[in-house]
């Protein structure tokens, strides 16, 4: 089975900070990553997704992440915060089990102060 | 139109009562899901139609009962919930249920509270 893990179950960031947002994965096969954004009361929005055509992956507003298997990981960045990122993020890998299932990671809440 | 509805945003049931969410999406997606989402968890994955025919049921407990009128349209019908089943209730959809790299694409969610 595929799993990832997201270290940090809350990241606080001042505005114009960097912001790094963990995510381990592990998988028996080349994994298929995607990074998702929730913000309050609302569904998830897909930020960006790995699909093995390239390892490093810009995403929406501003976010990337790099994939690096001797790593097993799958990063998430964004060179300057912004208050309207505060948010919950969550790391995925889908599975395929005769139908695509998404494995979510445990999520991370950023936090953004001024 | 890259957008999934859900209906309605926000519903407070009894145990007692019978009730239906409901779920709609005009990008000609083949592939929908219910999730189930707690407060500070993860979504967890209830049900998966695929061509208006069920092909994942998660174990969910039969209070829940899905179902899927035509390609668009999704709904889960509630009956005789517990006070442990209030969550926020998503639904998504893809262009298929196979590959790996399909998107899923989340609607806003419906907010249950069960007295």
């Known amino acids: 089975a595929q799993s990832v893990t997201q270290l940090g179950s809350h990241v606080s960031v001042s505005e114009g900070a960097l912001v790094l947002l963990r995510c381990n994965y592990s998988s028996s096969v080349p994994p298929y990553l995607f990074w998702y954004v929730q913000y309050p009361n609302q569904g998830l929005q897909l930020l960006l997704k790995y699909t093995s055509a390239a390892t490093l992956v810009k995403g929406i507003n501003g976010f990337e992440a790099e994939f690096k298997k001797s790593e097993t990981s799958f990063h998430l960045t964004k060179p300057s915060a912004h208050m309207s990122d505060a948010a919950e993020y969550f790391c995925?890998?889908?599975?395929?089990?005769?139908?695509?299932?998404?494995?979510f990671g445990t999520g991370t809440r950023l936090l953004v102060s001024p | 139109d890259t957008e999934v509805t859900q209906t309605p945003k926000h519903l407070v049931m009894g145990m007692t009562n019978k009730k239906s969410l409901k779920c709609e999406q005009h990008?000609?997606?083949?592939?929908m899901y219910w999730y189930k989402q707690k407060a500070k968890k993860p979504p967890e994955l209830m049900f998966v139609?695929?061509?208006?025919?069920?092909?994942i049921n998660e174990s969910v407990p039969s209070r829940f009962s899905p179902e899927c009128p035509n390609s668009s349209l999704l709904n889960l019908h509630l009956h005789a919930l517990q006070p442990e089943d209030s969550a926020l209730y998503l639904c998504?959809?893809?262009?298929?249920?196979?590959?790996?790299?399909?998107?899923?694409?989340f609607g806003p969610g419906t907010r249950l509270t069960v007295l």
């Open positions: 990008m000609g997606h083949r592939a």
């Open positions: 998504a959809s893809s262009q298929d249920q196979r590959g790996r790299n399909n998107e899923q694409f």
């Open positions: 995925a890998v889908s599975e395929d089990t005769g139908f695509q299932k998404l494995v």
């Open positions: 139609y695929s061509y208006e025919k069920l092909s």
